[in-house]
């Protein structure tokens, strides 16, 4: 038993090693640096796909439970864009090509060999930019309201939900279960985000997103507490009493960021105790659901 242990012990601290070297290595190139480098076979892969041309669907590569990559989701989601979606592996990522970043999500231009664009803010704006939206869109982009909403998504929503999964080590643990539920993830992610994900995002948790978070306003407390004021506010000044979303009757970019972030969750408890505990909340969210699941054709 007691050699058991150890050897269980020393698993995860390889484990945990091994992932945190991965996320070491990700600093060695900026995401525009990364897309900026692949010209001219971006600009040209983006004109094909602005044209219907392009000679595959996009491929995004990304964790289910990845809070950036959901907002990317979102995005092709509403706007009807055909994708495949490919699920990366946490520990080598070997789904991913050996091109020297490796923060998912990615966004294919096409078949294999095609340019990938990096970074969820800049494949949204890219593809903002690229494509030609149904009339009714409006995505408030560079709009005061709108940009303070998506930094919020980014840099608040996102850390507090990861301080509220990695609440105390034992409920990180069994918070994991909710992935259960998705059949996206293979079952050696799954296990691989249990034992090697649980100590080492709760390590994240306490020692670099608790202290980025009081930068942010963030004074301690239950973390259930700050995550419900936080998404209380969001109902109140960010969507309104009026509105079913924050750009009036129809999403714009604020709605799809917050609610790719949330995505992340969906199936954890506290997706669940959101909603509960404010159902205006959970109005919207059904809203969103409803509204994307429209747009498939
Ligand atoms: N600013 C990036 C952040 C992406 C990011 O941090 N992704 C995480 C997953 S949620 C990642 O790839 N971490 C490194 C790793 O898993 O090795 C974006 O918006 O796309």
């Known amino acids: 038993m007691n050699r058991l242990f150890k050897i269980g012990a020393m698993a995860l601290v390889t484990g945990g090693g091994l992932y945190v070297s991965r996320l070491k290595?990700?600093?060695?190139?900026?995401?525009?640096?990364?897309?900026?480098?692949?010209?001219?076979?971006?600009?040209?892969?983006?004109?094909?796909?602005?044209?219907?041309?392009?000679?595959?669907?996009?491929?995004?590569?990304?964790?289910?439970?990845?809070?950036?990559?959901?907002?990317?989701?979102?995005?092709?989601?509403?706007h009807n864009i055909s994708h495949t979606l490919?699920?990366?592996?946490?520990?080598?990522?070997?789904?991913?090509?050996?091109?020297?970043?490796?923060?998912?999500?990615?966004?294919r231009l096409g078949g294999a060999g095609a340019p990938i664009l990096v970074d969820s803010d800049?494949?949204?704006?890219?593809?903002?930019k690229t494509l030609v939206k149904t009339t009714?869109?409006?995505?408030?982009?560079?709009?005061?309201?709108?940009?303070?909403?998506?930094?919020?998504?980014?840099?608040k929503l996102v850390r507090y939900i990861v301080i509220n999964v990695n609440r105390s080590m034992s409920e990180a643990w069994q918070g994991?279960?909710?992935?259960?539920?998705?059949?996206t993830i293979p079952a050696v992610n799954k296990l691989f985000l249990k034992v090697a994900g649980t100590p080492v995002m709760y390590m994240v948790s306490e020692f670099f997103t608790k202290p980025k978070l009081r930068t942010l306003g963030y004074e301690g407390g239950d973390?259930?507490?700050?995550?419900?004021?936080?998404?209380?506010?969001?109902?109140?000044?960010?969507?309104?009493?009026?509105?079913?979303?924050?750009?009036g009757k129809q999403p714009d970019l604020a709605d799809l960021e917050a609610y790719?972030?949330?995505q992340?969750?969906?199936?954890?408890?506290?997706?669940?105790?959101?909603?509960?505990?404010?159902?205006?909340?959970?109005?919207?969210?059904?809203?969103?659901?409803?509204?994307?699941?429209?747009?498939?054709?």
């Not at 290595?25 to 900026?30: A, D, L």
């Not at 490919?86 to 990615?106: A, C, N, R, T």
């Not at 994991?176 to 059949?183: E, L, V």
């Open 122 to 128: 800049l494949i949204v704006d890219t593809l903002e």
């Open 86 to 107: 490919v699920e990366v592996e946490p520990m080598f990522k070997s789904q991913l090509h050996d091109h020297g970043y490796s923060k998912i999500p990615q966004l």
């Open 264 to 297: 992340s969750i969906r199936g954890h408890v506290i997706y669940q105790e959101m909603q509960d505990q404010n159902p205006e909340f959970k109005t919207w969210l059904d809203n969103m659901d409803n509204t994307i699941a429209s747009k498939k054709i």
């Open 260 to 262: 790719g972030v949330l």
């Open 223 to 247: 973390a259930r507490e700050t995550i419900f004021k936080e998404v209380n506010e969001w109902c109140s000044k960010g969507i309104g009493q009026e509105n079913n979303f924050h750009g």
């Open 136 to 155: 009714d869109w409006k995505s408030g982009a560079g709009e005061p309201d709108v940009e303070l909403w998506r930094t919020w998504a980014r840099e």
């Open 176 to 183: 994991y279960d909710y992935i259960d539920a998705f059949d």
């Open 25 to 78: 290595e990700n600093r060695t190139v900026t995401a525009s640096e990364f897309n900026q480098a692949q010209e001219p076979k971006l600009s040209a892969s983006l004109k094909l796909l602005s044209e219907g041309q392009l000679d595959a669907p996009l491929t995004l590569f990304r964790y289910t439970t990845c809070p950036f990559c959901g907002k990317v989701k979102a995005y092709l989601d509403y």
